[in-house]
């Protein structure tokens, strides 16, 4: 038998679809980008004060646990640190749960549409993704559970999902939990939490603190921070312990750490990014919706616009980059070929977004 002539990833690796980013380049000087949810206002100024005053520290390796951050994280929200595991990105979490919980042989349960990484962390741990059919763009807790078999040891559950921006109540999440058996993980990414406002969701902590099964997930990328890589849980102490044992001993770099922490204690500025955010969103919607473009409710900083055919589809996404207004194709990554995915950018944007869409399809 003849060898390899270079080594070998393991069975499945390269059958994966790697991650596909959003654009982040258009004709012109002046692009604007509305492809990757990020914020329009730009960093919390306390976050940003205390990134500054860790020029002079670069040499010091930073708190293995990120013990600050998790200190201001469980301040804000009313958690115990100890329960809480930081990690470079919400990514970075993400895999580390499959590492931990998925296996050869294993299945992962989520729904439709969800985020594009959670087939790729399941795949990389060896396990089979089992997509759950949705009710029109909006996970479905029915077919979340029927999709479930014996195999099954994770559920995933992006709640606002991205990239549709729809959200299940805290009364529906419950019912998800309750129809899992015990062994069977929930994870609750709540990416987008920030900008939710809808009176009947829920964070998930309260669940977090009574079951032995669920997590949740969470992000700094989308209130400031992306650049920095920011991403952290809360879970039982189980779980905690077992992430601990592998995940990088220094994950989170230092400016990070305490840029976070200053980012999560600044609460007036996460308010008026969530402000912005739902003003903004529902004038969009309310400028948008036609019998040629549907928008898909959303409780995230984004909007999906659906549009009549994929040729609008691509017509819109080409005028819009055109004009220096990039925004993010979900045909390939998440099929939704009629599909594009705008991300809340400042007022002037917003408008000029809605005036050159509106033009496209009157002409």
Request: proline residues 6%; contains cysteine.
């Amino acid at each position: 038998m003849s060898l390899p002539n270079h080594p070998q990833p393991q069975p499945g690796i390269l059958d994966i679809a790697p991650y596909v980013p959003g654009k982040s380049a258009a004709p012109g000087t002046h692009a604007v980008k509305l492809s990757s949810n990020e914020s329009p206002l730009g960093a919390s100024p306390k976050a940003i004060e205390a990134y500054s005053g860790v020029a002079t520290r670069l040499e010091i390796y930073p708190d293995g646990g990120s013990r600050l951050l998790r200190e201001a994280l469980g301040e804000v929200h009313g958690l115990d640190p100890a329960l809480i595991v930081c990690g470079n990105g919400s990514d970075d979490l993400l895999h580390l749960l499959a590492q931990c919980y998925l296996g050869e042989g294993d299945e992962a349960v989520m729904n439709r549409y969800g985020f594009s990484v959670y087939p790729i962390v399941t795949r990389a741990a060896g396990a089979s993704i089992v997509l759950a059919d949705e009710n029109d763009y909006t996970a479905d807790v029915d077919a979340l559970l029927a999709a479930v078999t014996p195999r099954t040891k994770i559920v995933w559950l992006a709640n606002p999902n991205n990239p549709t921006g729809t959200y299940i109540s805290d009364s529906e999440v419950r019912r998800l939990h309750a129809g899992l058996r015990p062994d069977i993980l929930l994870v609750v990414d709540n990416a987008y939490a920030e900008y939710v406002t809808a009176a009947d969701f829920s964070i998930g902590a309260d669940l977090v603190a009574e079951a032995n099964n669920v997590v949740m997930v969470r992000t700094f990328s989308k209130m400031g921070l992306a650049a920095l890589r920011i991403g952290w849980l809360y879970g039982p102490d189980h779980l905690i312990d077992a992430l601990n044992r592998i995940r990088g001993p220094f994950n989170v770099n230092l400016p990070a750490q305490l840029a976070g922490a200053a980012a999560a204690r600044d609460v007036e500025f996460t308010v008026k990014l969530r402000e912005h955010n739902a003003s903004w969103r529902d004038w969009l919607v309310a400028e948008l919706n036609s019998n040629q473009i549907r928008i898909v409710p959303s409780q995230a900083n984004f909007v999906m616009a659906l549009f009549a055919d994929e040729a609008l589809a691509a017509k819109a996404f080409s005028t819009l980059m055109d004009a220096g207004y990039i925004v993010r194709e979900i045909g390939q990554s998440y099929s939704i070929p009629t599909g594009l995915r705008i991300s809340i950018g400042t007022e002037a944007d917003m408008r000029a977004v809605a005036t050159i869409l509106k033009s496209m399809v009157a002409g």
